[in-house]
């Protein structure tokens, strides 16, 4: 597991990274009878980051900086948390601090991956009570992209997310990350596309294939998310930023997750960031970062 080399561990107290994920491709093949969809999609963790302080105490808390984020049973955190206490049977609690740069609403995974890192965190802090395998397993109960936060780097997704094939890792692409005002609510976009044709499916053979050579071109090719038409609809500023990408030099721009960000893939930092300057004064979020 890729976080737990990263936190720093100070007996009573955890600091770590959760890091933001982006789907290269992501395609839905059929509805559940629970409701969820079964994916298929390539997933990719970028270095744009929540910063995570986590410290042994009585009962379960969560902070964050965002006044109007839930730090109830609603946040995946206090979730995460709460179910590691009651899976490993240990009574202590956790004071769980997030201070938040990925968006939310923004199809970025920023949720997800603190419950990710929240999981990992606590199985430390408390001396490795659950097993690499019961802590993927209690992932999954968390949230569908949570097992992949947890795994991180590149990744094959199937099922509903759960299901996980890594990839060779696709490090030190470098990426552009622009999320219009919007927010996205996921469920909304899965009842959209529940009533209407999918016209353009991802090759995700493909997809794969160009990230086992590291063949960015092709990379670029086949970046493509069935969902985004859908988020569109609620959000028609994406058309623009994907156009307006492609005119700054994005080798490709795709949505990532339900929305309603974008990303796009350039050539080197300096392009990434000279295209940045043509959303600035538009937009609040935008984050030239790289694969990780
Ligand atoms: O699992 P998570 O809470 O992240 O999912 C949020 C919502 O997104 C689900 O309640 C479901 O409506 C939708 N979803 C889906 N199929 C997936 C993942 C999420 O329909 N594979």
Redesign the pocket.
């Known amino acids: 597991m890729k976080y737990s080399d990263e936190c720093i561990f100070k007996g009573d107290r955890v600091i770590t990274k959760a890091y933001a994920k982006v789907n290269l491709t992501l395609d ?1 093949l059929s ?2 009878d629970d ?5 298929e999609s390539v997933m990719q963790s970028v270095s744009l980051f929540d910063l995570i302080i986590i410290d042994k105490s009585d009962t379960i808390r969560v902070k964050t900086n965002l006044n109007h984020l839930p730090t109830n049973e609603n946040n ?1 955190a206090f979730k995460a948390a709460k179910l590691f206490f009651e899976k490993s049977g240990i009574s202590g609690g956790a004071s769980v601090l997030i201070h938040k740069n990925i968006p939310i609403g923004a199809g970025l995974g920023g ?2 991956s603190d419950g990710a890192s929240t999981l990992i965190a606590l199985n430390r802090l408390y001396g490795y009570p659950l097993t690499d395998d019961e802590l993927f397993k209690l992932a999954a109960k ?5 097992p992949f936060c947890m795994l991180g780097s590149t990744a094959l997704a199937g ?3 759960e299901k996980l094939k890594k990839l060779s890792p696709c490090r030190g692409l470098n990426m552009l990350i622009v999320k219009p005002k919007v927010s996205i609510s ?2 909304e ?3 959209l596309i529940d009533s209407e044709p999918i016209k353009k499916h991802p090759n995700n053979e493909e997809m794969v294939a160009a990230i086992e050579n590291g063949d960015i071109e092709k990379i670029c090719a086949n970046t493509l998310n069935v969902l985004r038409y859908a988020t569109q609809r609620r959000c028609p500023q994406i058309g623009g930023i994907i156009a307006e990408m492609k005119k700054g030099g994005a080798l490709c721009s795709e949505m990532t997750g ?1 929305g309603s960000a974008v990303f796009g893939i350039f050539s080197s930092a300096r392009d990434a960031d000279e295209c940045a300057k043509r959303f600035y004064s538009k937009y609040n979020d935008v984050y030239s970062v790289i694969t990780v």
């Open positions: 839905v509805k559940r409701g969820y969809h079964e994916l995946i949720g997800s968390v949230g569908a992209d949570v099922g509903i997310g996921t469920p976009i899965f009842k339900s």
